[in-house]
């Protein structure tokens, strides 16, 4: 149901090249919890609230990821971390002889080690308290426990305790620029979904300026100049679940198509979710009013591997936005007829 894992490569760095921001918003503010070295924002919306967390634990488990090669996005190569010989020698070689970069632990985007240790820390609570030794194997299956621990013991503790007041310096930027509630509000209004619940903004020190979901409520996304974590792009995603491909106009549509992308292969859905995703992260976040329209909507959406499509999309969704009467599922038959290589013309 998810798109490649590798479609999301380089949504925040080049979020990071536009250098966006959202308006400030005064009423959210950091809670600092110094016993265990983290913090968050928690802002209450309609039907639940978004939990953003900065926290030793998620920060550790996506600098494993990196470490340890299980990361395919490009903007893993970006973590400046990987450079660190202390924390090179933390890396168990045993290990990663054993699971770096192996096919068997993708499937159908998301890590599999990645999201159920991830969604386990954040849905679990774990990530509230200070992370133990003897807490990893709760969180992780094997080898990737003895990784967390071993990385922990050997350089991330000492690493994190040392970082912990500029990151959080970082951290109160991200929460002073954006206006969480109102972000979510327009993604619900231009995709017809609505959020229930907790939807958690993991603001990881490691990802190497890319950003990522964990399971169905969590997104998981860079400190830096990007400003919002990868939330509204990966919210997106979350809200969308790739559930609009069902529609029996657009299944009819595709089935009467070969679809073999050199990219995203068979995965159609994922190919134009992420296409229109990232055309509403531009507009949300009013990126082609700051900087040339054109430059932001050919980098952002070449770099998420959908720039073939990008003139197709971009006005369809630009339409949407500017007056949607049409319900998403019908911005998406517009999306898919215009943009297949032997498509029709986008009716009306």
């Known amino acids: 149901m998810r798109r ?7 949504v925040a760095l080049l979020i990071l090249a536009a250098g966006c921001r959202m308006p400030a918003a005064a009423a959210d503010r950091v809670t600092v919890d110094r016993e265990n070295k983290r913090a968050e924002v928690v802002v209450t919306v309609p ?9 030793p634990l998620t920060s550790l488990i996506i600098h494993c990821v990196n470490l340890y090669d299980l990361n395919r996005q490009s903007g893993a190569r970006y973590y400046a971390v990987r450079q660190n010989e202390e ?16 096919d068997r632990y993708f499937s159908g985007g998301p890590l599999r080690l990645y999201t159920p240790t991830m969604t386990t820390a954040v849905e679990g609570g ?24 071993q990385a922990w013991e050997r350089f991330y503790r000492q690493y994190w305790d040392d970082r912990f007041e500029a990151l959080l310096a970082e951290f109160r930027l991200t929460s002073e620029a954006m206006d969480w509630a109102r972000s979510l509000e327009l993604m619900q209004k231009y995709t017809g979904r609505s959020w229930s619940g907790t939807m958690y903004v993991v603001v990881a020190e490691g990802t190497g300026m890319s950003a990522l979901t964990a399971g169905s409520r969590i997104c998981v996304g860079s400190l830096g100049e990007n400003r919002d974590a990868g939330f509204v792009h990966e919210g997106l995603h979350l809200l969308l679940k790739e559930e609009w491909a069902k529609s029996p106009p657009i299944r009819e549509f595709m089935a009467q198509r070969e679809f073999n992308d050199p990219f995203w292969k068979k ?26 329209e054109s430059k932001v909507v050919r980098n952002y959406l070449s770099g998420v591997q959908v720039g073939d499509i990008a003139d197709v999309v971009w006005p369809l969704v630009k339409q949407h936005v500017t007056a949607p009467q049409a319900s998403f599922e019908d911005l998406m038959v517009r999306v898919v007829r215009a943009a297949e290589p032997r498509g029709e013309p986008a009716p009306g």
Do not use: C
Not at 4 to 10: Q, T
Not at 47 to 55: A, F, H, Q, W
Not at 87 to 102: N, P, W
Not at 126 to 149: E, G, I, K, N, V
């Open 126 to 149: 774990h990530h509230l308290r200070y992370p133990r030794p003897d807490s990893f194997s709760a969180l992780a299956p094997p080898p990737f426990d003895q990784a967390l621990r």
């Open 87 to 102: 924390a090179r020698k933390a890396v168990d070689q045993e290990i990663y002889q054993a699971i770096a970069g192996k």
């Open 47 to 55: 039907d639940g609230r978004i939990v953003v967390t900065l926290d």
């Open 4 to 10: 490649p894992l590798l479609g999301r490569v380089k």
């Open 267 to 292: 995965n159609w859905p994922g190919k134009y979710e992420q296409a229109v995703v990232a055309s509403l992260d531009i507009l949300i976040r009013g990126m082609n009013l700051k900087y040339p």
